[in-house]
């Protein structure tokens, strides 16, 4: 018996014609969600993919995401102003503010006037952000504690009622609404910040925003190119739907381009999670499931593409076996499919 062609089977021209043109659909389809994603007003983000995930693995999800109930950049910490007086601030936020006008002054050499006036607007900011933690201390505080026991009620009692996972998920997005417009409001003082200390440089630089990331949106591995988790995460998606779509489409390592596929997939089920009982029900609008969504139909179709040489057949993976390929399988004992 020699290796795999105990398994050997003849396909038609038909069957291969078609097969072919499975293969291309199917990158075409991931290509096109790849490189839409690049559009600036598609405002894609993994965070509104991952920050929905429901059933068993949630919570592996919301993990992939920097701070997503917001209660590190809402840490209020006692401080004290240039005349020494006790004070309330939002520390991660002040650190981060703190950390970029350093590098605005350094980088952009005020000279003495400048430097001045970046200074009157960095304390103006700040002002304005300790003055927030003193108004919204107290209820940041109370929804902190409202949170941390309603994740203790959940790992304490856990209960898998209909009934009980409607409240538990309304309850989340209720916190997470919470955090998410104290955080656009700080967010929103950083970039005018930002926006008015580029104004001193040059008139035409107002409106810079983005520049300033707090500690936790950090990515783990610093980076001058990619500072924040976020947009890594992001472009790691779009970068990965797109090259895994381009391969299959003209066969290039097709094998490995229909596996990194599976795996996309296997994650978007695992996020949508289509079981009967699992709160929040997928919209109609998308489509009506049974444990075997459209996405699981596709995984199945990625699998079984990866399975036969497809990438041979009509594709550049025709050239990598005929001219190394076949001698590397030999080498290793796999044989000739």
Same mark, same amino acid.
């Given at each position: 018996?020699?290796?795999?062609?105990?398994?050997?089977?003849?396909?038609?021209?038909?069957?291969? +014609?078609?097969?072919?043109? $499975?293969?291309?659909?199917?990158?075409?389809?991931?290509?096109?969600?790849?490189?839409?994603?690049?559009?600036?007003?598609?405002?894609?983000?993994?965070?509104?993919?991952?920050?929905?995930?429901?059933?068993?693995?949630?919570?592996?999800?919301?993990? %992939?995401?920097?701070?997503?109930?917001?209660?590190?950049?809402?840490?209020?910490? *006692?401080?004290?102003?240039?005349?020494? !007086?006790?004070?309330?601030? %939002?520390?991660?936020?002040?650190?981060?503010?703190? *950390?970029?006008?350093? @590098?605005? =002054?350094?980088?952009?050499?005020?000279?003495? /006037?400048?430097?001045?006036?970046?200074?009157?607007? %960095?304390?103006?900011?700040?002002?304005?952000? @300790?003055?927030?933690?003193?108004?919204?201390?107290?209820? +940041?505080?109370?929804?902190?504690?409202?949170?941390?026991?309603?994740?203790?009620?959940?790992?304490?009692?856990?209960?898998?009622?209909?009934?009980?996972?409607?409240?538990?998920?309304?309850?989340? #997005?209720?916190?997470?609404?919470?955090?998410?417009?104290?955080?656009?409001? $700080? *967010?929103? #003082?950083?970039?005018?910040?930002?926006?008015?200390?580029?104004?001193? =440089?040059?008139?035409?630089?107002?409106?810079?925003?983005? @520049?300033?990331?707090?500690?936790?949106?950090?990515?783990?591995?610093? /980076?001058?190119?990619?500072?924040?988790?976020?947009? $890594?995460?992001?472009?790691? &998606?779009?970068?990965?739907?797109?090259?895994?779509?381009?391969?299959?489409?003209?066969?290039?390592?097709?094998?490995?381009?229909?596996?990194?596929?599976?795996?996309? $997939?296997?994650?978007?089920?695992?996020?949508?999670?289509? +079981?009967?009982? =699992?709160?929040?029900?997928?919209?109609?609008?998308?489509?009506?499931?049974?444990? &075997?969504? !459209? *996405?699981?139909?596709?995984?199945?179709?990625?699998?079984?593409?990866?399975?036969?040489?497809?990438?041979?057949?009509?594709?550049?993976?025709?050239?990598?076996? /005929?001219?190394?390929?076949?001698?590397?399988?030999?080498?290793?004992?796999?044989?000739?499919?």
């Amino acid at each position: 018996m020699n290796n795999c062609k105990c398994f050997a089977v003849r396909i038609g021209i038909c069957g291969v +014609v078609l097969i072919v043109l $499975l293969r291309i659909a199917i990158g075409w389809h991931f290509f096109y969600e790849g490189i839409h994603k690049f559009d600036p007003a598609a405002d894609f983000s993994a965070k509104g993919f991952l920050g929905i995930a429901k059933g068993p693995a949630a919570q592996l999800y919301y993990d %992939f995401l920097p701070d997503i109930d917001g209660t590190k950049r809402l840490e209020i910490a *006692d401080a004290k102003d240039s005349k020494g !007086k006790e004070i309330k601030t %939002f520390i991660v936020y002040e650190n981060a503010w703190n *950390d970029y006008y350093q @590098r605005f =002054v350094k980088r952009n050499k005020l000279d003495e /006037n400048q430097k001045k006036e970046a200074e009157a607007v %960095f304390n103006h900011y700040l002002d304005s952000l @300790r003055g927030g933690a003193a108004d919204i201390g107290s209820d +940041v505080e109370g929804f902190k504690a409202s949170l941390k026991r309603y994740d203790e009620m959940k790992k304490a009692q856990p209960n898998g009622a209909e009934y009980e996972q409607v409240r538990r998920w309304d309850a989340m #997005m209720k916190y997470r609404g919470e955090a998410g417009a104290w955080l656009k409001m $700080l *967010d929103g #003082m950083g970039d005018g910040l930002q926006s008015d200390l580029a104004k001193i =440089v040059s008139p035409q630089l107002q409106g810079d925003k983005g @520049r300033i990331i707090t500690k936790p949106e950090k990515a783990m591995v610093p /980076n001058p190119i990619i500072p924040r988790q976020m947009d $890594l995460l992001d472009l790691s &998606v779009m970068c990965g739907l797109s090259a895994i779509g381009f391969c299959m489409i003209i066969g290039f390592c097709n094998r490995l381009a229909c596996l990194g596929g599976a795996a996309f $997939l296997v994650n978007v089920i695992m996020t949508t999670f289509p +079981v009967p009982g =699992v709160h929040p029900p997928l919209p109609s609008a998308v489509g009506n499931f049974l444990f &075997v969504s !459209k *996405d699981a139909v596709e995984l199945i179709a990625m699998i079984f593409l990866a399975a036969v040489p497809a990438g041979r057949w009509g594709g550049l993976d025709y050239f990598l076996w /005929n001219f190394g390929g076949k001698k590397i399988a030999a080498r290793f004992g796999l044989g000739e499919e």
